[in-house]
């Protein structure tokens, strides 16, 4: 069974760039997670998806961040425009089911510098 | 909110040697309890995991055990390899997202 993959693994850009990332979730998972993971720290969920209807984003920065899933399965997050700040890894996530109890399977996320 | 405090690292070790790493956990409720793993280049794995009360996790010759009465969810493994040099992430989930801690760097010498 593959894996979650994601899209770029490594990207460097300038502060007030723009930059997005991809994300394609195991065959079949209608729930899909991005964190964000800043060095020395756990991850920490930035927005949760059910098929293509958001869960929880309370904790995505809506003025610069935004994330879509349209037809329930890839999904893609944006940065517009980066800060020095949001240098970190970009986990994604999925699972089956929408119940909070279940396993979450991890990608190997995409690590973002901000020059 | 819920929050999951672990030791800090880095852990050295050597081969053969006894882990410990402690973890606590404050939630509303009885959330689930994990060990992820983070080997270097690559995404979270789920280490092991205990629902309730009571309950051992186990997975590669890792336990923790879910102290109800402490709050506490510690991992151990008798004897270390070095292929157990890793990242590892303790983390809760009850009535919400899951929440992880910072982790814990260690590191195995043969």
């Known amino acids: 069974e593959a894996g979650v993959a994601q899209s770029p693994r490594y990207k460097i850009i300038e502060k007030r760039q723009s930059v997005a990332f991809w994300c394609n979730p195991i065959?079949?998972?209608?729930?899909l997670y991005w964190y964000q993971q800043i060095l020395g720290q756990g991850p920490k969920l930035l927005i949760q998806?059910?098929?293509?209807?958001?869960?929880?984003d309370s904790q995505l920065p809506k003025d610069r961040f935004s994330a879509e899933r349209l037809k329930g399965v890839d999904s893609t997050l944006k940065i517009q425009p980066a800060k020095l700040e949001d240098s970190a890894v970009y986990l994604c996530?999925?699972?089956?089911?929408?119940?909070?109890?279940?396993?979450?399977?991890f990608g190997p996320g995409t690590r973002l510098t901000v020059l | 909110g819920d929050s999951v405090t672990q030791m800090e690292g880095p852990v050295t070790l050597s081969e053969e040697a006894f882990l410990t790493i402690n973890c606590t956990y404050t939630?509303?409720?009885?959330?689930?309890l994990f060990w992820y793993v983070q080997y270097p280049g690559e995404g979270l794995q789920l280490l092991l995991k205990a629902t309730k009360a009571d309950d051992k996790g186990s997975n590669k010759g890792f336990e923790a055990t879910y102290r109800k009465e402490t709050t506490s969810f510690h991992l151990e493994k008798g004897s270390v390899q070095v292929s157990d040099s890793a990242v590892y992430f303790c983390a809760s989930q009850g009535n919400t997202p899951l929440v992880f801690g910072k982790g814990t760097r260690l590191s195995v010498i043969a």
């Open positions: 998806f059910q098929n293509n209807g958001v869960v929880d």
């Open positions: 065959s079949g998972h209608a729930t």
């Open positions: 939630a509303t409720g009885y959330p689930s």
């Open positions: 996530a999925s699972g089956q089911s929408p119940g909070l109890r279940n396993e979450q399977f």
